[in-house]
T-cell receptor, first 115, second 114 residues
């Protein structure tokens, strides 16, 4: 069974540009989570999507946004890129059954570099 | 979610058991203990989780104390490929906004040596 996939593997942008990162969850998983891991820092929760809706977001500015498609894949958009947005962006997926959110499985990440 | 405390680093000889401790003294009754590891610049890999009983899978064993205030992840025969940062995370399983996210600490950097 395929795991969580992310694309692209690497992305290089300049300040002020927009970046779009993509994530495909494990088949059957309806929830997608986005995390940011800046160099030397821990993983920080960004966004959670479930059944096409944004359920929760971390302490990030509005220029970080995303969406979840009917096939449960997800996009993370970062507008007006700043140098400090350079980081490894990780996507995770999980199965949600009623009131229970199951184990999160992570993809390999997208390394975003802002010049 | 309850906070966790882990030693910043540990060494282990290849072939020996690696025992990674985690303190979660403020854990509540409906919170699970999860363990992940992250090999340099890769996505975190799920290892194991438990509520109050000891758990074992093909990767590791998880020992949770009776009072649930601490746990130990055991890699029975560590190899060089087990060198990674290991994260202990306490989390509810509720499908709610705040409960569903994972809060990563700084973890334990395990170095497996020859």
């Amino acid at each position: 069974e395929a795991g969580v996939t992310q694309s692209p593997t690497h992305l290089i942008k300049t300040r002020g540009q927009q970046a779009t990162l993509r994530c495909s969850p494990i088949s059957g998983h309806t929830s997608v989570y986005w995390y940011q891991q800046a160099l030397g820092l821990g993983l920080q929760f960004l966004l959670w999507y479930d059944e096409g809706e944004e359920r929760n977001r971390g302490n990030f500015p509005p220029r970080f946004s995303g969406r979840q498609f009917p096939n449960y894949s997800s996009e993370l958009n970062v507008n007006a890129l700043e140098l400090e947005d350079s980081a490894l962006y990780l996507c995770a997926s999980s199965l949600v059954q009623g009131r229970t959110a199951d184990t999160q499985y992570f993809g390999p990440g997208t390394r975003l570099t802002v010049l | 979610d309850a906070k966790t405390t882990q030693p910043p680093s540990m060494d282990c000889a290849e072939g020996r058991a690696a025992n990674l401790p985690c303190n979660h003294s403020t854990i509540s009754g409906n919170e699970y203990v999860y363990w992940y590891r992250q090999i340099h610049s890769q996505g975190p890999q799920y290892i194991i989780h438990g509520l109050k009983n000891n758990e074992t899978n093909e990767m590791a064993s998880l020992i949770i104390t009776e009072d649930r205030k601490s746990s130990t992840l055991i890699l029975p025969h560590a190899t060089l490929r087990d060198t990674a940062v290991y994260y202990c995370i306490v989390r509810q399983k509720l499908n709610t906004g705040t409960a569903s996210k994972l809060t990563f600490g700084t973890g334990t950097r395990l170095q497996v040596t020859l």
